[in-house]
């Protein structure tokens, strides 16, 4: 039940962010389907040291190997549901929001420096998988600095769209492109960037921080 129940709120979130029920719905569809399309954007050469056994003439084996240099590559790709998608979602949603005014505005890029900055701090490279970072931290980020900054009453309609493009800012800059030197690090073969889809921190907090705004 726990993917249906996301998939509701989702849709919900998407609706706050005064989207027409329809394009909400297209929006999820494509989350979800897009999910299953990375595109490659670079590639990162690594170069790994790897043991290989010397053997005499004779056959004996020296227990000593020595190293040489083995070439593999990274492919850094970005995910259409899970980066993409939300990314064009947060360009459209900029321009309601700076005709929000000055405090609009001036909540949303602190909201968006400093869920960046915490994201980046709290971010772990693991290597062979990937950047974990505490699952729920962007979303709380984006709705405290959202209901301080933004409160009751006059500002509701901003509430959920600078919730949710504070949200998705924290994990996509944060924790992803400001940790681009350790993709080679963590020596995957392949890092997508919103590579869970729908499920994906940089979806999740953004859709997370609508709904609850």
């Known amino acids: 039940l726990i993917p249906l129940l996301v998939l509701n709120m989702a849709q919900a979130a998407l609706t706050n962010l005064h989207l027409h ?62 980066c993409v998608i939300p990314v064009l979602l947060a360009i459209h949603l900029l321009r309601f929001l700076f005709d929000g005014g000055t405090r609009v505005s001036m909540v949303l ?28 931290l962007p979303a709380a980020v984006a709705l405290l600095v959202t209901w301080l900054g933004l409160g009751f009453g006059e500002y509701d309609a901003y509430r959920a769209p600078v919730a949710f493009v504070t949200g998705i800012s924290g ?3 944060g924790a992803d492109l400001l940790h681009w030197k350790d993709f080679k690090r963590i020596a995957a073969g392949t890092i997508s960037i919103g590579g869970a889809g729908t499920w994906d921190g940089i979806v999740l907090s953004g859709l997370m921080a609508a709904f609850v705004a």
Request: glycine share 8%; proline share 12%; hydrophobic share 55%.
């Open 171 to 173: 994990p996509l800059i």
């Open 21 to 82: 029920p329809t394009v909400a719905m297209l929006v999820l569809i494509g989350l979800v389907f897009g999910s299953a399309v990375n595109l490659p954007v670079t590639v990162i050469q690594l170069d790994h040291e790897v043991p290989v056994p010397v053997y005499q003439p004779m056959g004996a084996w020296v227990p000593f190997p020595r190293f040489e240099r083995m070439q593999r590559e990274t492919v850094v790709a970005v995910n259409v549901g899970g």
């Open 109 to 136: 890029l602190a909201g968006v420096l400093l869920n960046t900055l915490i994201c980046y701090r709290m971010a772990v490279p693991v290597p062979k998988l990937g950047i974990r970072l505490p699952f729920l």
